[in-house]
T-cell receptor, first 112, second 116 residues
């Protein structure tokens, strides 16, 4: 158990809908990262937050957004969902920047 | 364009033998490299890392080698055990991300199967 909690574990929704994925980092970790793993793809970095502030952006679509709250949990919002958004979404956390990141078990999103 | 490439999607080795997983990268700004292991239905787990100032890092049965001139790194597992069967991801981070290990560029992974 990495200490990073992601909910829900599975999510099935229809095209055009909006969903919110939640991540609770390890106790004491200030950095939260979101990754997407599509079929046959490696892990794609989406976005990073550190202590509530956005720190880095990767290949995140404009339909996607994220935030980190004062209690340090984070949410990834995916809107106007398309079939191609079906993927595993991982959250990771670390104490700070430059320290090892620990991954949650992921949320499997299926868009039908 | 993939910046981190793991050209072998799968590898099968016999228990007790050496497993060698390879990774190539194209971005010369990468200066920190990591290997993660992933079991089905679980998130990736950090395994071992190496900084660009080193050419070798060892942790128990796991050794990572870095050849900067060839932009190549490899993970050696000796001896291989059935419990090592998993997908192994190579990852790299560029120096301009302030050394944050979270802003990782991952390869597509190599599925290792260790047969008893």
């Amino acid at each position: 158990d990495s200490g990073v909690t992601q909910t829900p574990k599975h999510l099935i929704t229809a095209t055009g809908q909006r969903v919110t994925l939640r991540c609770s980092p390890r106790s004491g970790d200030l950095s939260v990262y979101w990754y997407q793993q599509s079929l046959d793809q490696g892990l794609q970095f989406l976005i990073q937050y550190y202590n509530g502030e956005e720190r880095a952006k990767g290949n995140i679509l404009e339909r996607f957004s994220a935030q980190q709250f004062p209690d340090l949990h984070s949410e990834l919002n995916l809107s106007s969902l398309e079939l191609g958004d079906s993927a595993l979404y991982f959250c990771a956390s670390s104490v700070g920047e430059g320290s090892e990141a620990f991954f949650g078990q992921g949320t499997r999103l299926t868009v039908v | 364009d993939q910046q981190v490439k793991q050209n072998s999607p799968s590898l099968s080795v016999q228990e007790g033998r050496i497993s060698i997983l390879n990774c190539d990268y194209t971005n010369s700004m990468f200066d920190y490299f990591l290997w993660y292991k992933k079991y089905p239905a679980e998130g990736p787990t950090f395994l071992i890392s190496i900084s660009s100032i080193k050419d070798k890092n060892e942790d128990g049965r796991f050794t990572v080698f870095l050849n900067k001139s060839a932009k190549h790194l490899s993970l050696h597992i000796v001896p291989s055990q059935p419990g090592d069967s998993a997908v192994y991801f190579c990852a790299a981070t560029p120096s301009d991300y302030g050394g944050s290990q979270g802003n990782l560029i991952f390869g597509k992974g190599t599925k290792l199967s260790v047969k008893p």
